[in-house]
């Protein structure tokens, strides 16, 4: 019954690959894109079926299953399955219609059996597939350079990034004369490493998941790839800009308590600082989510230097979900008529203490009653922010006696969704995730300063007046969120040729 789940699966994902091969013969009529998104929608419903009914880990052949691939591949098909539904309408017109469903497919699917892998050969050649589906997603309009030339930066830095990958999984194969995960990451495989050798092959690791995380001094690709039409930019979130969190879970018992994590944590911090800097001083919306994603996977990765591997993989779903939906309504962002203008100066100080009080009771709450964790206490001082800030926004500052009582039942169902959705993933992932062990350097205190930088920069941005500091540090901050100058176009020439041409778009 166990082997039943992944064969039925196995003949579904099939099924669609060759889907997205038939939709782009052009004598198969466009209107089968509506087919397509029906047969590409059983593998993540399979998925969730066999995430619900199978127990237990099961090997079966190159492939592990057990929750958390199940989750994963639930998480990156569905994605997948959203994006694509939006793009029926969305690139209707395009000349590159039918390539668009059939790359987005293989990128989709790739992702997911990549964390389905238990060989290490085959977890390699889906994660490729992955990266390169994504680079030629971008590049699909050959005709636009500035597309063209951003897909050639990625390509670059996934090249490297996969390469590095690469010599990671042949080290740990020579040594230890196993391929499959499960057999390496084993105490009696691990126990023949040197120190050396461990913190070498996780400084290569680090390296490996910084790329695709967008990280700090790796960030500008994924500002460049802002000039992706929105749904790719949502399918980025799919287990691809989230990878990092996912492939240090799977190398948990290797990374933990390593040098390693050192390095990460310092180069995560920064990425944080630079990534919400540029989220608040970007005019441009889309490059706002890409600065907001690049600080949101800085926060990911500190998890996982702190052993927080459940929160990783929490942080990458829900962010991946969140910011995909973003993206996918970027369109409209664009504010008609005059915004409403709240009147806080007449709010009483009482009435703002009472956000404090409530963000601290939180904050403590969270700090007493959470799993022994090194993000623990990081996770209360963040958590305490949000809720100070939410309760504000939906209460304080809201329109009239009927505004702040809807404010109040909103706050209340949101803490009741956080509290159910967090203790939901906790109990399914608590026994398939390995705990981390904290880095022996004093962490917290590093993050706390990281924190109170980041306080202190929105802080100065948020200031009115002029002053040099303040215009330093915004000129910088902008001129560090832009992209090279030759992604960038005041207006698209290949759409003039087009039309000139009588082209579609």
Not at 99 to 127: N, P, Q, V
Not at 296 to 311: E, K, R, S, T
Not at 410 to 439: C, D, K, N
């Amino acid at each position: 019954m166990l082997v039943s789940w992944p064969i039925v699966f196995f003949i579904f994902i099939v099924v669609s690959l060759i889907s997205s091969i038939f939709l782009l013969s052009s004598k198969v009529p466009l209107d089968y894109v509506r087919i397509h998104i029906g047969v590409i929608s059983v593998p993540p419903i399979l998925a969730l079926c066999a995430l619900i009914f199978q127990k237990g880990h099961l090997i079966w052949g190159p492939w592990q299953f057990n929750t958390l691939s199940w989750l994963l591949a639930v998480f990156v098909l569905t994605m997948g399955l959203i994006v694509q539904r939006y793009c029926v309408h969305f690139l209707l017109g395009d000349r590159s219609y039918r390539k668009y469903f059939s790359l987005l497919t293989l990128t989709t699917t790739a992702g997911s059996l990549a964390w389905l892998s238990d060989d290490l050969r085959l977890l390699l050649i889906c994660w490729g597939t992955t990266l390169l589906g994504l680079t030629l997603i971008i590049r699909l309009k050959k005709e636009w350079i500035v597309a063209k030339r951003a897909a050639v930066t990625m390509g670059r830095l996934f090249t490297f990034s996969w390469l590095v990958l690469l010599a990671v999984v042949l080290w740990l194969s020579q040594a230890t004369g196993h391929w499959q995960l499960s057999q390496v990451m084993t105490e009696e495989s691990l126990a023949g490493f040197a120190s050396w050798e461990k913190t070498i092959i996780n400084l290569l690791l680090v390296l490996s998941v910084l790329i695709p995380a967008g990280q700090w001094p790796f960030q500008r690709w994924l500002l460049d790839s802002a000039v992706a039409p929105t749904p790719i930019s949502a399918v980025m979130h799919a287990g691809i800009v989230n990878a990092g969190g996912i492939l240090l879970t799977l190398f948990a018992p290797l990374f933990s308590a390593s040098l390693a994590q050192i390095p990460l944590l310092i180069l995560s911090g920064i990425s944080v600082l630079i990534g919400t800097g540029i989220m608040l001083v970007q005019v441009d919306y889309k490059r706002q989510l890409v600065g907001s994603t690049i600080a949101q996977m800085g926060f990911m990765l500190i998890q996982c230097a702190l052993g927080a591997y459940v929160a990783a993989i929490i942080h990458a779903i829900l962010h991946g979900l969140f910011k995909s939906t973003l993206f996918l309504q970027a369109g409209s962002a664009i504010q008609h008529g005059h915004a409403k203008k709240k009147s806080k100066e007449s709010t009483s100080f009482i009435a703002k203490g009472s956000g404090l009080i409530v963000g601290i009771i939180a904050g403590i709450g969270y700090w007493s009653t959470s799993p022994e964790e090194a993000y623990t206490l990081i996770s209360s001082i963040i958590l305490g922010c949000s809720v100070t800030l939410a309760w504000l926004q939906l209460i304080v500052y809201g329109q009239g006696r009927i505004g702040r009582i809807a404010g109040f039942i909103l706050f209340v169902a949101g803490a009741i969704i956080y509290s159910l959705v967090h203790s939901g993933f906790h109990r399914l992932l608590h026994e398939t995730i390995v705990s981390g062990i904290q880095p022996s350097v004093p962490a917290i205190p590093f993050l706390l300063i990281i924190l109170l930088i980041g306080s202190l920069i929105g802080l100065g941005l948020a200031q009115k007046g002029s002053f040099k500091g303040r215009t330093m540090l915004y000129l910088w901050l902008v001129k560090l969120g832009e992209p090279n100058e030759d992604v960038v176009e005041s207006h698209p020439k290949f759409l003039t040729q087009y039309m000139s041409q009588g082209g579609n778009k």
